[in-house]
């Protein structure tokens, strides 16, 4: 059981992580915060938080550190870099990634920070920016139980559905599922829309109907309106969903597993960044036939 006087380290105040790391100064913790754009931390630093300069001055104030960065290169420096998390890490700490991130990395962190008498978690999250800001998020968790159930307290902080799904790494491939389910869904949700305007219908009406049937899901209910409002601000970057959906593709790959959707889905993505994009939330995927 963790001590109730833990100091918590977060890394990485994006959109999604400055939510969260809000949570965890609202529940009373003492928090250090480190991310390479400062004035991203600054609502929290307002707060109360406290700044540090590298993560290695994380690993050194905080016992149970939270990681929300950009891409699976960023958690490999954070965490195994010269001035990262590991090296510097004091046995007994619990480090949480919730990038998402590719599972061999993971499974990579594990066993280094075994080896320093750390525990290591993957626990990637879905729900985007409305279930950061709003507490609600899914966490899925990978590696020792023990070590899940002793964090648990801190992340129901954080989310409402908390799942531990097995050894390190498992955590990161519930979120690849996550993402397949994701990709080719917003393909339907698009074309949905957009076939409802072609038709001559109010498409808002159209959702009224369809989003509480069988056609119901996440991204039809909290995405299909943004894109009707015109609203492409990211909740999430359409960069990172690429990022994500390249790690499942290559997983697929090496389980021998064929993915059209996702490799539909992708190319689609794809092809936005290419217009210039890449840091539109992913409900921009209706540019694709509405521009």
């Known amino acids: 059981m963790l001590s109730s ?22 529940a009373g913790y003492p928090l250090v915060v480190y991310s390479r754009t400062r004035e ?12 540090t300069g590298t993560p290695r001055e994380v690993a050194e104030k905080a016992s149970v550190i939270f990681t ?22 004091k046995a007994g700490s619990y480090f949480i990634d919730m990038t998402t991130s590719a599972p061999s990395i ?12 750390i525990s290591s978690i993957d626990a990637p999250v879905s729900g985007g920016d409305v279930g950061a800001r709003e507490a609600k998020l899914s966490i899925m968790a990978g590696g020792d139980p023990e070590a899940f159930e002793a964090i648990l307290p801190i992340l129901k902080h954080l989310g409402t559905n908390i799942v531990y799904q097995g050894k390190a790494g498992a955590g990161q491939h519930t979120k690849m599922s996550n993402q397949i389910a994701i990709a080719s869904n917003m393909i339907g949700v698009c074309e949905a829309i957009i076939y409802a305007q072609k038709a001559g219908l109010n498409p808002e009406t159209v959702l ?25 601000e990211p909740g999430f970057y359409i960069k990172h969903f690429i990022k994500d959906m390249k790690i499942a593709l290559d997983e697929a790959e090496q389980m021998g597993m064929e993915v059209p ?5 992708k190319s689609l993505y794809d092809q936005l960044a ?3 994009e890449e840091n539109s939330g992913t409900q921009a995927l209706y540019k694709f036939w509405n521009n």
Not at 40 to 49: E, I, P, R, V, Y
Not at 106 to 117: C, F, M, N, S, T
């Open 68 to 89: 929300m960065v950009g891409y699976p290169a960023d958690v490999e420096e954070v965490y195994l870099g010269a001035e990262g998390l590991i090296p510097h890490g």
């Open 274 to 276: 290419e217009k210039g």
């Open 261 to 265: 959707g996702l490799s539909l889905a």
């Open 5 to 26: 006087d833990i100091t918590i380290g977060f890394i990485g105040t994006g959109v999604m992580g400055k939510s969260m790391a809000s949570h965890l100064l609202a």
């Open 106 to 117: 993971a499974v990579k962190i594990y066993h280094e920070a075994k080896k320093r008498g």
């Open 208 to 232: 009224k109907s369809i989003s509480t049937g069988a056609a119901g899901s996440w991204s039809l209910s909290n995405l299909a309106p943004r894109m009707l409002q015109g609203n492409f």
């Open 40 to 51: 991203k931390a600054q609502d929290l630093l307002d707060k109360g938080a406290a700044w």
